[in-house]
Nanobody, 119 residues
Framework: QVQLVESGGGLVQPGGSLRLSCAAS????????MSWVRQAPGKGLEWVSN?????HYVDSVKGRFTVSRDNAKNTLYLQMNSLKSEDTAVYYC???????????????WGQGTQVTVSS
């Protein structure tokens, strides 16, 4: 069955960096868009970034976050630099419902990893 397992979260000071990983299994990883979605305390879900061949980002993280993937390792990454307090959230990776398309949204999510940016 499909599994998505995030790791790499933690507590970091403002201006610091973290690298999140999402290990995927149970499907043909290279055929699907993969996304990072976050939920800040008391707020709704916010899409952060996705990648198939090309990358896309929400404006608030452009220039600071970099998404990448290793299809040989079935792993999605999110390098987060210059972190701000407003980046504090639970970060989830998510798999697109349909191969080669984002049109139908997500069908599987990981359990999430907490990122806390605080001095």
């Amino acid at each position: 069955q499909v599994q998505l397992v995030e790791s790499g979260g933690g507590l970091v000071q403002p201006g610091g960096s973290l690298r999140l990983s999402c290990a995927a299994s149970g499907f043909t990883f290279s055929s699907y868009f993969m996304s990072w979605v976050r939920q800040a305390p008391g707020k709704g879900l916010e899409w952060v970034s996705n990648m198939f061949h090309y990358t896309h980002y929400v404006d608030s993280v452009k220039g600071r976050f970099t998404v990448s993937r290793d299809n040989a390792k079935n792993t999605l990454y999110l390098q987060m630099n210059s972190l701000k307090s407003e980046d504090t959230a639970v970060y989830y990776c998510a798999k697109s419902t349909t191969a080669f398309s984002m049109g139908a949204g997500f069908d599987y999510w990981g359990q999430g990893t907490q990122v806390t940016v605080s001095s």
